[in-house]
């Protein structure tokens, strides 16, 4: 059994962040329940001229995205109450929020059950900084 503990991933202080803004815009929806790892993202997000809504859980993530304009998600697929495939199973049923590009990322191997849920990316952790803002950048090209 995993704990909570055992669950938190160490930023490490050293890991260079994307200082160069590429014009970004937009609002990212942010669910990581693990504290470390969501700041780490949202700054590397904010840095890079994005908006952030961080959300602990996929319970906070849906509650967000119902009440604040957003252009993309970027959920953890293992998270406490509701986890990513929920989250997505939520927005893709949703006709007000089904054309929202989502990207899941996981630390575990792509399971079959991930790999049904209609995603537009899946990213495994942990995941560089340049290549989480290539994505999102490729995400929203294509939504424009």
Wanted: glycine share 4%.
């Amino acid at each position: 059994m995993i704990t909570q503990e055992e669950n938190q991933t160490t930023v490490k202080p050293e890991t260079p962040l994307p200082s160069h803004q590429h014009n970004r815009s937009g609002c990212v929806l942010l669910a990581e329940d693990d504290r470390a790892l969501r700041r780490y993202l949202e700054v590397v997000l904010e840095r890079a001229g994005y908006r952030v809504i961080a959300a602990r859980d996929g319970v906070e993530a849906i509650k967000a995205a119902i009440t604040s304009s957003i252009d993309v998600v970027v959920t953890d697929a293992v998270m406490p109450n509701l986890d990513g495939n929920e989250v997505c199973r939520f927005f893709r049923s949703n006709p007000n929020l089904a054309r929202i590009p989502i990207v899941l990322l996981s630390a575990l191997e792509r399971r079959e059950d991930s790999a049904t849920q209609p995603v537009d990316a899946f990213l495994a952790k942990p995941v560089s900084p340049e290549v989480l803002l290539d994505c999102l950048d490729g995400l929203l090209a294509n939504c424009n």
